[in-house]
């Protein structure tokens, strides 16, 4: 188990990116949490297994239909067992 934070940039604000993201996440059950950032990013934790974490970065990258992904920053971190859901979050 693995803690991935995310730092998503390009056109990911308005085209559904949380609501997708959060549907993605909890199909792989992860649990976590998604939100805007005021610098139109899109930033995500989250935490599971390893492969599922991969299998969410790499959607990531692409996001949903009407996004366009240029960057997606990426911080592995140590599982710290914080979250039951995948929830999304007020921008921050």
Known sequence: MKGL???IFGTVQG???RKSTQEQATHLKLSGWVRNRR???VEVYVEGKEEQLIALLQWCGQGPPMAKVIRVDVGWQEFKD???SFEIRRTE
């Open 5 to 7: 934070h995310l730092l």
């Open 15 to 17: 085209v559904f990116f």
């Open 39 to 41: 610098d139109g990013s």
């Open 82 to 84: 914080f979250f039951t």
